[in-house]
């Protein structure tokens, strides 16, 4: 027998039990606020888009999947195509950020969000030089680490805003050469309105899908609340 099914046979202690219950109704709870959250800012930030626009990556991915926005996700990503801006409208709760590779939009209402700023700026070094081993990495990054840094002001839950390239004929999102769109797929979104409101999905979602997360991308990944 295995040891997992060994512990599985072992008592826990009721106090550790309950202990347990009551973290995991916390975080529910916090991931459904978050959902919640993030459904409001989409809905809000839609007429501030200027131009063409789809949903992405794991938004785009619960709604063709789920009718809903994932639960565990706490953030969003839209692609701006084709010289797209956001117009933030006087008097709003909402802000802008550039980041290192995207721009955040968020709820200035909400506390900053807390991060290690080393790891963050190593993440976006290592996408700019890649290649290097570790010790490289972090002998490089150091030389620049402080002319760079970026203190985030953005709160947590956000929406990562990313602008298109089009190389070869397809749109691709900076950094992330290998996702992809084709230009139908852009531009011929289809509609989604499964949170109350439009979004712009690609067309061919499901093609989209499993070009992204593969031929499992119907079956949910069974996320433990952390």
Do not use: H
């Amino acid at each position: 027998m295995e040891l997992e099914c060994l512990e599985q046979l072992i008592p826990k202690n009721p106090k550790l039990l309950k202990k347990e219950k009551n973290q995991q109704k916390n975080l529910s709870i916090k991931y459904m606020n978050t959902k919640q959250t993030l459904k409001r800012m989409l809905r809000d930030l839609i007429p501030m888009i200027e131009g063409n626009y789809i949903l992405i990556d794991g938004g785009m991915l619960g709604l063709t999947r789920d009718a809903d926005l994932i639960e565990y996700d706490n953030d969003l990503d839209i692609l701006l195509l084709d010289g797209a801006t956001i117009k933030l409208p006087n008097n709003t709760i909402y802000a802008t950020q550039e980041y290192y590779m995207d721009t955040k939009f968020y709820d200035k209402t909400l506390p900053p969000i807390k991060v290690n700023n080393w790891k963050e700026y190593l993440s976006y070094f290592r996408m700019e030089v890649p290649g290097l081993s570790r010790k490289q990495l972090f002998q490089q990054a150091s030389y620049t680490y402080a002319q760079e840094l970026i203190i985030p002001k953005f709160s947590s839950p956000y929406i990562d805003i990313y602008t298109a390239k089009i190389i070869d004929g397809i749109y691709t999102i900076p950094y992330w050469p290998e996702e992809w769109f084709r230009i139908d797929e852009a531009l011929k979104p289809v509609i989604n309105t499964d949170l109350g409101f439009e979004v712009k999905l690609p067309s061919n979602t499901f093609e989209v899908c499993e070009r992204i997360y593969g031929k499992t991308w119907t079956t949910p990944i069974q996320c433990k609340y952390k």
